[in-house]
């Protein structure tokens, strides 16, 4: 049986799995809060392992082993910055957004925000919930566009076809269930990413030792053959470009402080204090070990093809998984960075939806204290449909364009709702007033600064959330509060 034939096999046999369990799951959701937020009784474990399958997606297994391979040991800063803000993530921001969840009652990211500061509750509700909605909204049809090109470069099955299929894939069970759904698939793909993260690393190097065939018998040796550029920690830049290059790909780390709202909502949902201690300890092991072994999955790629051995570096994972493994053990870990597309695609489809008709559509369209089921129906209708807009506008919006508002998200969205959480949670001056100009002031700046080329020279997540940082401050001494604020 030919390679490509075992890989399909997997791949169907996996994704049907997991359809399987997501619907599975689905049948134990009765409302718009279980839909929501999982009715805040996810275990620690699922919601660790959710929690990092949806915040790494192919960003693990493809992006972070694609530029290891291209940059060499340069490729540790923006682990370093991932790794210590998901440590901080778990460590500091988790158990208080646990605890504040509980708290207010609250059922999404921004019913939380929006319950945290009444006085400005209208407004908060408006503006988050749309402005997530509107990116997240790009964000799922870039995935779309995702799924499809990996199809084809898998199996040769037309883009837009793949296209289909993945939102044939996603849409059943997301809808099925709602977070609690997603929340399992995803732990399932955790497994499979952290297992891939763990054995590839170990069999790369067992095999790059004792076979003569490859540019260099270890990754040290391999490095150094490719020249200073690969060889040392700033890839061979130095003074202001070695500078801007750090200060660059360590700011990933701000996105990370309780921002995100597909993260932040999986430490909103876990059960109890235990669990959260397990989810923290869960969540932190399985980053530093992930993190480690795709960073090796690239150093060997070169050890194994050379610098300049592949076309496009992203493609060193499966390469390199296609090297090291029989065509039907490699499906496997294959099938497992799809699956990691697919983890995102659903979770930013449930928010979206979810921000969209809870703080939205429930508040000012329809009924507030309608009834449990139909709020639930609504939540899954809105799903349904920003799930089909997404389709076709994946179809009809250049994908450039898609992907040019994506690339907004983790400055626009992370940093801006970084600094709102981090001042919410530890500031008790900030109040509601000084919410809705912090997230205009956040968005437009990352649009203006993006959009003008600056982000070339300092990153515009860095220099987003240190102006959304200085607009809030000054936002809360210049705009008198409401005595309203209902916690601390």
């Not at 898609?402 to 940093?415: E, K, P």
């Amino acid at each position: 049986m030919e390679a490509q034939t075992q890989m399909l096999i997997v791949l169907v046999g996996y994704l049907l799995f997991l359809i399987s369990v997501g619907i599975y799951q689905g049948r134990k959701t009765k409302s718009s809060k279980d839909f929501a937020i999982a009715g805040r009784q996810l275990p620690g474990w699922v919601a660790a392992l959710s929690e990092r399958a949806t915040g790494e997606s192919a960003w693990a297994l493809l992006g972070l082993p694609g530029f290891a391979f291209a940059a060499g040991l340069a490729a540790i800063w923006p682990a370093i910055g991932c790794v210590l803000g998901i440590v901080v993530a778990w460590v500091i921001f988790a158990p208080r957004l646990r605890r504040e969840a509980e708290k207010y009652d609250a059922s999404t990211f921004v019913d939380y925000i929006a319950k945290r500061h009444p006085d400005a509750e209208k407004w908060i509700r408006i503006l988050g919930s749309l402005t997530i909605a509107f990116f997240f909204f790009f964000y799922v049809g870039a995935q779309f566009i995702g799924g499809g090109k990996t199809l084809n470069a898998l199996f040769d099955i037309d883009p837009k076809i793949g296209m289909i299929i993945t939102a044939m894939i996603i849409l059943p069970y997301t809808v099925a269930g709602g977070l609690k759904s997603v929340a399992y698939t995803d732990t399932i793909q955790a497994i499979v990413m952290i297992v891939t993260l763990i054995i590839a690393p170990i069999v790369g190097i067992h095999y790059i030792s004792t076979h003569h065939d490859v540019f260099a018998h270890s990754v040290t040796e391999a490095l150094k053959a490719s020249g200073p550029e690969y060889s040392t920690i700033l890839g061979g830049l130095a003074g202001s470009a070695a500078i801007i290059f750090v200060i660059a790909e360590f700011s990933w780390f701000f996105g990370y402080l309780g921002g995100m709202p597909q993260l932040s909502i999986r430490f909103m949902a876990i059960k109890d204090e235990e669990n959260a201690k397990l989810a923290r300890n869960v969540g932190v092991a399985w980053t530093i070990i992930a993190y480690i072994g795709a960073l090796l999955i690239g150093w060997i790629g070169i050890a194994i093809f050379g610098p300049s051995g592949l076309a496009d570096q992203e493609q060193v994972m499966p390469e390199v998984m296609l090297k090291l493994f029989p065509p039907a053990l490699a499906a496997v870990f294959i099938t497992g960075a799809v699956a990691a597309m697919l983890s995102t695609a659903d979770s930013l489809l449930i928010l979206a939806s979810t921000e969209l008709s809870e703080n939205f559509l429930r508040p000012f369209v329809l009924a507030k204290d309608m009834d449990p089921r139909r709020g639930l129906t609504i939540s899954r209708i809105t799903t349904i449909a920003l799930g089909i807009i997404a389709l076709i506008m994946a179809f009809i919006v250049p994908s450039d364009l898609i992907y040019t508002i994506v690339g907004y998200t983790w400055a626009g969205i992370g940093d801006t709702f970084s600094v709102i959480v981090i001042l919410t949670l530890f500031w008790k001056k900030f109040h509601g007033k000084a919410v809705p100009p912090t997230i205009i002031a956040g968005l437009l700046f990352t649009v203006f600064w993006v959009s003008s080329g600056l982000d070339a020279k300092v990153s515009a997540r860095l220099m987003t959330f240190i102006v959304t940082a200085i607009v809030a401050v000054v936002a809360t001494y210049a705009i008198k509060p409401e005595n309203t604020r209902t916690g601390a």
